[in-house]
């Protein structure tokens, strides 16, 4: 039972992460083209800019999906009132601060941001309207966190698929009626908005007996939620600090227009990423429950099989990148942006190792260990930041790798991969081992190393046909690693997934389309 829960939870994870990325994978080239560099860059800059009060979803939501986990457990109608109300009023308070915020850094934008004259009166409504869209998300976003403490993932998915689908529609509306920065803005918040209507249905479906209302707000609900929050919103802080700075440091030091290939080739990578980080947070409540249960082995082999399966799972893609990131970013959005390829490379490589960590780190936060995780995160987010920016402004060091100003997002580049590959990748592994007390050795070997190897076993056909044959286009491309994504199945089934393991992957596909019992419907 507990395998088929988290394997359903997975699954729609999956399923949902697939279409965002075949929705960008569409939509990107259509906003680049209908927007030009120039505003595209804008989009892309204003984003990661007001995207960091999303940390506080990030920071809060654990802990809500925690305790509404538990008062339902114990069918506390009274507790989870409690607990909604009090995260609601908390939200509100994060809502204000992040509109003024906006308005504060929409008051300078035209100070803090490289742009051209002609977008300094159209930036401020911009971050004031994506600021409105987050601090109304903040409040509301609390259902699609109480169906996540339901266990109601596929609720929660399906209503995403669905936004995740009339967005792109909104936006190539929006651009084809020759509407342009400022009319997108509008456009993602009454989405946005829909989102969350339907989410607040669809929870009270489930929880008829919860009522929300001021005056159930509890100092103790509200103090719970803001002590686990706190480290989760650290860990949460860095782990972005590492990544949406990167368009900041670009902005600051290159200028708005060069984010945009950089974002092309960092968001191939950011896709295949999802790939384990849409099964690995499952993983927290299934490991306190272990934790718990005293069930330490079952923790140790956890971890172990959820790293060899993350590199199994995300190793063939990232491969795939290196080796065709070029013939994909021509075919995707024109051979202007093919020399960003080796952006992808540098990006790759270390997040074949940082990537399974994940698993490690869903773990530790799992069983209250996760201070020591949220520290190596935050020194591997401030080295990020302080050797991108040098790198950025000592070009000349990578100039024969990459020549003008492709040099400098190299160095950006290279500041987020060397901290991502020691710190978030092998400190992180060392530490999940010393507190699981499992031999750090024989998990490099059989959570890493060996998985790796299986996984390398795409490269033969892949590099024979980029060498010969310089696949462009999609059918050629997917077509031919198609071809080594099969030779690396047959590896992966003789030599990466244990014998011992099948049997229970049968049963669990087996029981994944079985209702599970006493699961309601909205």
Not at 61 to 69: E, F, K, Q
Not at 223 to 244: D, H, K, V
Not at 257 to 273: E, I
Not at 369 to 377: E, Q
């Amino acid at each position: 039972m507990r395998g088929i829960r988290v394997l359903r939870n997975v699954v729609t994870n999956y399923l949902r992460l697939i279409l965002t990325a075949g929705v960008a994978l569409v939509l990107t080239p259509l906003m680049v083209r209908g927007l030009g560099d120039r505003d595209y860059g804008l989009w892309t800059t204003v984003f990661s800019l007001t995207g960091y009060f999303g940390l506080f979803d990030q920071g809060i939501r654990p802990s809500l999906v925690r305790y509404v986990s538990r008062d339902h457990a114990v069918k506390d109608f009274d507790g989870l009132s409690r607990t909604i109300s009090s995260a609601i009023a908390l939200y509100t308070a994060v809502g204000a601060l992040t509109m003024v915020f906006a308005a504060f850094v929409g008051s300078h934008a035209a100070d803090w941001i490289r742009m051209d004259p002609e977008l300094h009166a159209v930036a401020p409504t911009l971050v004031l309207l994506v600021g409105a869209t987050l601090a109304l998300g903040f409040p509301l976003g609390v259902f699609g966190a109480v169906l996540s403490g339901l266990q109601r993932y596929d609720v929660a998915n399906g209503i995403g698929m669905v936004i995740s689908l009339i967005r792109p529609v909104a936006f190539v509306a929006v651009l084809r009626t020759g509407g342009g920065l400022i009319e997108l803005a509008w456009a993602s918040l009454i989405v946005n908005l829909l989102g969350h209507v339907w989410s607040w249905w669809a929870a009270r479906g489930l929880l008829p007996e919860v009522r929300v209302s001021p005056s159930l707000v509890s100092k103790r609900q509200l103090r719970q939620i803001a002590s686990y929050g706190g480290w989760a919103l650290t860990g949460a802080l860095a782990q972005n600090l590492s990544f949406q700075t990167d368009a900041i440091v670009i902005t600051s030091f290159v200028g708005a227009a060069m984010v945009t290939p950089f974002s092309l080739g960092s968001g191939l990578v950011d896709n295949a990423r999802q790939l384990v980080h849409g099964a690995a947070f499952v993983l927290s409540p299934t490991a306190s429950e272990m934790d718990t249960l005293g069930e330490r082995d079952k923790l140790r082999h956890m971890l172990l099989s959820g790293s060899r399966y993350s590199v199994l799972v995300s190793g063939p893609v990232l491969l795939g990148l290196v080796v065709f990131g070029g013939n994909l970013l021509t075919t995707w959005v024109g051979a202007k942006y093919a020399g960003a390829a080796v952006l992808i490379t540098t990006l790759a490589i270390p997040t074949i190792v940082s990537l399974p960590q994940a698993v490690a780190s869903s773990l530790l936060f799992g069983i209250g260990r996760h201070k020591g995780v949220v520290l190596l995160s935050l020194a591997s987010a401030l080295t990020n930041l302080g050797l991108s920016m040098w790198w950025a402004t000592h070009p000349a060091l990578l100039e024969p790798l990459a020549g003008g100003e492709m040099a400098k997002l190299l160095g950006v580049a290279m500041g987020t991969a060397v901290p991502q590959f020691f710190l978030s990748g092998l400190a992180t592994a060392w530490f999940a081992c010393r507190v699981l007390e499992m031999p750090f050795g024989r998990y490099l070997w059989s959570g890493l190393v060996q998985p790796a190897l299986v996984a390398a076993t795409f490269l033969p056909v892949a590099l024979v046909v980029q060498h010969f044959f310089h696949p462009i286009g999609w059918l050629p491309i997917f077509g031919t690693c198609a071809g080594g994504w099969a030779v690396f199945a047959l590896a992966a089934w003789v030599w990466g997934i244990p014998p011992s393991d099948r049997p229970r992957w049968s049963r669990m596909f087996s029981g994944l389309v079985r209702p599970a019992a006493g699961e309601g419907r909205p």
